[in-house]
Structure formats: C-alpha cells, structure tokens
Nanobody, 128 residues
Framework: QVQVVESGGGLVQARGSLRLSCTAS????????MGWFRQAPGKEREGVSS????????DYADSVKGRFTISRDNAKNTLYLQMNSLKPEDTAMYYC?????????????????????WGQGTQVTVSS
C-alpha cells in the first residue's frame, strides 16, 4: 500500500523560509516522479514543482521560479521543497504527489492527472 505523507508546513512571515518534506512508502521511490501542488481557498489546485525519478530534471511554476527549490533523496524515500522569499500569495495547502515512471528516469510530469498517489497536505500560511 502506497502512502505519501507531507510535513513541514506552518505559519511564517513574508520574506521568510520553510522547507517541506514528503516521505513515500510502499513503493520503490527511485522509480517514481514526484511533484508538489498547492490549493488556496476558493482556487483550483495548481502545480508548483515536479522532479524526475533520478532528480536530474525539474520544473517550476512561473510564480515560484527563483524562490522555491525541489530536491529528493532517494536513499531516504524523501522529497523536499525549499521555499524562500515567501509571499502571502503562497498561502495554501501543499500536496505531495507521486507517479510511476518506469524506464524513464528523466520524466517530469506536470499535470494533476499525471500523478497517481497523493498525500493529505500540509498547510503553509504566510503573513504580511
């Protein structure tokens, strides 16, 4: 049974930093592309960043480029999202997602419907 669990959310002031973590179990982590998504109240879920199974390729939403960094440690089955220079508009529930990418170490999925497994989310609130 695959489980995806996020942690690291919280309340931070604008221009501050947070690091989110996501631990996946029940799968061979290095065979899975991973992604972070977020959903603010009253808005649709949107992609934040994705990373290939081996970690060498990644993609970012324009709104977070230069501020957020995605990374992964396949030995620890853990995905990270380092968030710097946070803005009030970054306030949202952040979700981690995983999808198998057998035979394609460079795959960087971006769409919500490309991801198979989802966590329950961790709340990030940025005060002005």
């Amino acid at each position: 049974q695959v489980q995806v669990v996020e942690s690291g959310g919280g309340l931070v002031q604008a221009r501050g930093s947070l690091r989110l973590s996501c631990t996946a179990s029940g799968l061979t982590f290095g065979d899975y592309a991973m992604g972070w998504f977020r959903q603010a109240p009253g808005k649709e879920r949107e992609g934040v960043s994705s990373i290939s199974p081996h970690g060498g390729n990644s993609d970012y939403a324009d709104s977070v480029k230069g501020r957020f960094t995605i990374s992964r440690d396949n030995a620890k089955n853990t995905l990270y999202l380092q968030m710097n220079s946070l803005k009030p508009e970054d306030t949202a529930m952040y979700y981690c997602a995983a999808t198998p990418s057998y035979g394609n170490r460079y795959n960087v999925p971006r769409r919500i419907d490309e991801f198979r497994y989802w966590g329950q989310g961790t709340q990030v609130t940025v005060s002005s």
